[in-house]
């Protein structure tokens, strides 16, 4: 589609290559590219045009959309990128980046001319592959209606926070928080209910159509008494994650008891051989 918008998706992994595929389903010529080429490469098949480098998949792109692991990623990917950036392109940061890091972004997104949305998604895999993410976005109201279409594509809902990059990163840590709290007090109370000689079965049974039920509760219940662990969101990622809870915590005086212990079980779980699970391997810890 000669007419069509173009977005450099720069990150592919299990959030960015869903994310690529539902833009392009949408009308969007995307350009991609991965740190990991086999990555980025599979979604030939789907019409997007794999770029070899940050600066060749910007080149001609209105809209650009990182989705990194983390701060120190997205900002090292968009200083290769620049060169083919254009003055004036539209930056989507979409990676759960923490509170210093998206100021820092920010101010990277000045010195090269771009305007900058703070926009991390609500979400795994599936919801990615869905296109029924949570966009959480915050930037100038001036740019909104061109970067609305784009979020449409990839979310169920957008909600916008603030006309200033910083705020949606920081409702994503407490949002995050929340669904830790949840994997982590699932895990725990199907292995208590284990160890003392109930089957944990039941506690899912029980909870089941009740006010303490949640559709998030029945999928990380059912993939722990599985034993399931395909990856949606990886334990190395929640770690990353609960750290960037604790940091920003800390920096604004709240006392986060759960989120260190919750990051030290992701920690053991990592430490036995289960980073690269589903972060219900918390199961394992």
Same mark, same amino acid.
């Given at each position: *589609?000669?007419?069509?918008?173009?977005?450099?998706?720069?990150?592919?992994?299990? *959030?960015?290559?869903?994310?690529?595929?539902?833009?392009?389903?949408?009308?969007?010529?995307? &350009?991609?590219?991965?740190?990991?080429?086999?990555?980025?490469?599979? #979604?030939?098949?789907?019409?997007?045009?794999?770029?070899?480098?940050?600066?060749?998949?910007?080149?001609?792109?209105? #809209?650009?959309?990182?989705?990194?692991? =983390?701060?120190?990623?997205?900002?090292?990917?968009?200083?290769?990128?620049?060169?083919?950036? +254009?003055?004036?392109?539209?930056?989507?940061?979409?990676?759960?980046?923490?509170?210093?890091?998206?100021?820092?972004?920010?101010?990277?997104?000045?010195?090269?001319?771009?305007?900058?949305?703070?926009?991390?998604?609500?979400?795994?895999?599936?919801?990615?592959?869905?296109?029924?993410?949570?966009?959480?976005?915050?930037?100038?109201?001036?740019?909104?209606?061109?970067?609305?279409?784009?979020?449409?594509?990839?979310?169920?809902?957008?909600?916008?926070?603030?006309?200033?990059?910083?705020?949606?990163?920081?409702? /994503?840590?407490?949002?995050?928080?929340?669904?830790?709290?949840?994997?982590?007090?699932?895990?725990?109370?199907?292995?208590?209910? /284990?160890?003392?000689?109930?089957?944990?079965?039941?506690?899912?049974?029980?909870?089941?159509?009740?006010?303490? =039920?949640?559709?998030?509760?029945?999928?990380?219940?059912?993939?722990?008494?599985? =034993?399931?662990?395909?990856?949606?969101?990886?334990?190395?990622?929640?770690? /990353?994650?609960?750290?960037?809870?604790?940091? +920003?915590?800390?920096?604004?005086?709240?006392? *986060?008891?759960?989120?260190?212990?919750?990051?030290? &079980?992701?920690?053991? +779980?990592?430490?036995?051989?289960?980073? =690269?699970?589903? *972060?219900?391997?918390?199961?394992?810890?």
């Amino acid at each position: *589609m000669s007419n069509a918008p173009t977005i450099a998706v720069l990150g592919t992994g299990i *959030m960015g290559a869903p994310i690529a595929r539902n833009l392009s389903r949408h009308g969007f010529a995307v &350009r991609a590219w991965n740190r990991t080429p086999a990555k980025a490469q599979a #979604l030939a098949d789907a019409g997007i045009q794999v770029c070899d480098s940050p600066a060749a998949a910007v080149q001609g792109a209105t #809209l650009v959309a990182t989705m990194l692991n =983390d701060g120190k990623a997205v900002r090292e990917t968009m200083q290769a990128a620049a060169p083919g950036l +254009a003055q004036g392109a539209i930056w989507l940061q979409l990676s759960t980046v923490g509170i210093v890091e998206i100021d820092t972004l920010a101010a990277q997104a000045r010195e090269l001319g771009l305007v900058f949305y703070d926009a991390p998604v609500l979400g795994t895999r599936q919801p990615a592959e869905l296109g029924q993410l949570l966009v959480l976005a915050s930037g100038p109201a001036s740019a909104r209606a061109a970067v609305q279409p784009a979020f449409d594509a990839i979310g169920k809902r957008t909600l916008w926070v603030a006309d200033h990059a910083g705020p949606s990163s920081r409702l /994503k840590l407490a949002l995050n928080h929340w669904a830790f709290t949840l994997t982590h007090g699932t895990a725990e109370s199907l292995a208590l209910a /284990k160890g003392l000689g109930v089957d944990p079965a039941l506690v899912l049974d029980a909870i089941t159509g009740g006010p303490l =039920d949640s559709g998030y509760f029945q999928s990380k219940s059912a993939a722990m008494l599985a =034993d399931d662990y395909t990856p949606s969101f990886s334990v190395i990622n929640a770690l /990353k994650d609960s750290e960037l809870i604790v940091q +920003a915590g800390a920096q604004v005086g709240v006392a *986060m008891d759960t989120a260190q212990a919750g990051a030290q &079980r992701f920690r053991r +779980a990592r430490d036995a051989g289960h980073g =690269d699970k589903d *972060m219900a391997a918390s199961h394992l810890a």
